[in-house]
């Protein structure tokens, strides 16, 4: 008698294997699954999803090959002392996995990526290609008026792709659609929070990493599923140690990283991994200019990341330390790219805010192709240990 696989685990075994596929199946069954239908990749840092949906395409995000793609040709185009995900993200174009996109965007993280935005124009100059500029003044009057340009000529760019303007209509539309996204992923990590045990970070990352390549609504419905399917599935709970991982927005962790700070005595209870999902920190209104409103979203109500500059709002180190408290955690681990200049350049700054308040944190550097998790998982046991051993004393 063969034995009912829990939804849960269901649930998680069809997001690994969404998160192992680097031919993007998902993507070419959408595509061919209706007539005309486009896909736009983007580094899942922030981009407005929400227009590429309104311009009824779907959003896919690429995020490197991991720690299954053996890099070769993408090595030819980079130094050695830049991150892994550029060479990575080469070698899939070179290799045809992204044959099935029909345009890429390119968010504002670093100098790599603009670099690598415009050897995408060389390479594949029969696709759509553009570096999505965001502003580094937070005044309406001044970064609002120059956002809602960006989102104009992104917005007039998609319409003409598709054959038709796109609508504010449309777009409010969509606004709601990933409102509803947020709200639930929102929720996954307030109950992630609340019971650790319950919902591994192992896979609520699988999860989020589903969210790159499904449309919205049925990622929704995905993480709803699961939530509703891992309370009714019980776990040990252990005498773990609640810590936030801060460093990981744009190159992401291999999986294995991830199960090593957990079997190491870590609950993750808060992240940055695809942040992207969690940009914007509050619902968009949807009745309004949609523009706008995405405009003020995200100049007032989004995520605090090395990524993003903010000197004229908040004070280094606010938002990760609102981050530890909200979510009870007792420490910090960070774990950054090698050679990423955001993350590690940020990092020292963060720390003084978190020593200043008595919070204790540990830091190491990782690659998308780590092989090597003894040590981490050792150095994040060593965490877990003292933070426990301390607080206990």
């Excluded at 598709?162 to 509803?180: F, H, M, Q, T, W």
């Excluded at 019971?195 to 699988?206: D, F, G, H, N, R």
Aim: hydrophobic letters at 40%; proline letters at 6%.
């Amino acid at each position: 008698m063969t034995a009912t696989i829990p939804p849960a685990v269901a649930i998680v075994q069809r997001c690994e294997a969404l998160f192992d596929d680097l031919d993007f199946k998902a993507v070419k069954a959408w595509k061919a699954a209706g007539t005309g239908r486009k896909a736009i990749g983007y580094m899942p840092v922030y981009v407005p999803r929400e227009l590429v949906h309104a311009a009824g395409m779907l959003p896919v995000g690429i995020l490197g090959g991991g720690d299954s793609l053996e890099v070769i040709q993408g090595d030819a185009y980079y130094q050695s002392y830049i991150c892994r995900i550029p060479r990575s993200t080469i070698e899939l174009g070179l290799t045809g996995r992204l044959d099935c996109l029909d345009g890429m965007l390119f968010p504002s993280i670093c100098d790599v990526i603009r670099n690598l935005s415009g050897m995408w124009q060389i390479l594949f100059k029969d696709k759509y290609v553009r570096y999505f500029d965001v502003p580094q003044n937070y005044q309406d009057e001044i970064g609002g008026r120059y956002y809602v340009h960006e989102l104009e000529i992104l917005r007039d760019d998609l319409g003409k792709l598709r054959g038709k303007p796109i609508g504010d209509a449309e777009l409010n539309a969509s606004i709601a659609v990933y409102n509803d996204n947020r709200a639930a992923v929102r929720d996954l990590y307030a109950y992630r929070a609340r019971k650790p045990w319950q919902a591994p970070t192992s896979e609520v990352y699988l999860l989020l990493r589903a969210g790159m390549v499904l449309p919205p609504e049925e990622h929704t419905k995905l993480v709803r599923e699961y939530l509703a399917a891992v309370d009714e599935f019980p776990r040990p709970k252990r005498d773990n140690a609640r810590v936030v991982i801060n460093g990981t927005f744009c190159e992401q962790p291999p999986l294995a990283l991830i199960k090593s700070i957990e079997m190491s005595g870590c609950y993750v209870v808060d992240d940055d991994f695809m942040l992207v999902t969690r940009w914007l920190l509050d619902d968009v209104p949807a009745d309004g200019n949609p523009l706008e409103e995405l405009s003020k979203a995200f100049l007032h109500r989004s995520a605090s990341t090395a990524a993003k500059y903010d000197a004229t709002r908040e004070e280094k180190g606010v938002f990760l330390l609102k981050q530890v408290k909200t979510r009870g955690a007792e420490g910090v681990v960070f774990a950054a790219p090698s050679f990423c200049d955001p993350a590690l350049l940020e990092r020292p700054m963060l720390q003084d805010v978190l020593a200043k308040h008595g919070v204790p944190y540990t830091a190491f550097k990782y690659a998308e192709n780590t092989g090597q998790m003894a040590p981490i998982r050792e150095q994040a046991g060593t965490f877990a240990d003292s933070i426990k051993l301390w607080s206990a004393a």
